[in-house]
């Protein structure tokens, strides 16, 4: 049986280094660090993830303002909102709850935050910044997909990392941070021929393709590690459950190490979100 990436007890370390960031910053600075989240339209799972971020920002003792938007808003009071909070002093982070309502155009909104207080790390400038290896905000589940890593693999350097899936706001960050660790990286999508084989091929899978169970344990080599980012609702009897893009039974009987879902992942996302809010902090003050 695989070794278990426990992404709950991780996260809780990498909160209490954040909680200790906060603590030093309003000692320094007489400033609290404050997170704007906006949620647009009334999407139930966007919403959990909303509450839990506002949540976790709380308990680390920052600030978090919300607006909450109905689904009829528009591009432009969207985009006056997020010009409001570039604008505001008091604000150091800010994040637009993706995906939005289809009538409004994701790839301006990103374009309109203030790099400097783009906590998710999607404005180009942060990603350019990031694949010349010299990026601050780095996107959350990435960069807790490598502290999860990290945590197996000490050394990455020489590992063949295979990704599967190729977003901007996942596959993409996620291979330039294992690039930058000095893997060999895969990157496969919906294109890729003989995903089986690559998989079977490498050191480090990374699943996020969206699309449940997809890996099973014959693609996967002996003692390999495994990152599973994909979440999807399920209902088993009658209840909700959370699963993956990965087959986790039959996968954890032949990987060496793998993650949870729920439980893996997820956490280490919310968690990574707020040590950027924490940075963004640090570096508008410095
Ligand atoms: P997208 O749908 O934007 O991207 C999916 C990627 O996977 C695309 O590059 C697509 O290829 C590729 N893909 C789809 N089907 C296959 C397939 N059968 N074989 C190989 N590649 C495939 O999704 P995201 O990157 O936004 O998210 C991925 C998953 O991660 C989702 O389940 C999402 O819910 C989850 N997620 C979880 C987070 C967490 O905190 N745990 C945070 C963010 C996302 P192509 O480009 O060719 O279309």
Redesign the pocket.
Known sequence: MAQLIDGKHLSNQVLQDVAAEVERLRAEYDVVPTLAVVLVGEDPASQVYVRNKVKRAKEAGMGSIEHYLGTETTQSDLNQLIDRLNHDPEVHGILVQLPLPSHLNEEEVICAINPVKDVDGFHPLNVGALAAGHASLVP??PQ?CMIMLRQEHPELSGKHAVV????N???KPMAALLLQANCTVTI?????KD?ESLCRDADIVIA????KG?IDADWIKPGATVID????AIEVEGKRKLV??VAFDSVADKAGAITPVPG???P???ACLLLNTTRATRNQLA
Request: aromatic share 0%; proline share 0%.
């Open positions: 959350c589940t807790g599967v899936g190729r977003s706001i996942v596959g496969a999508h919906s294109h890729t995903i996020a393709a969206g699309q997809l980012i994909g979440i999807h993956g893009d893996g992942v997820g280490m996302t919310i």
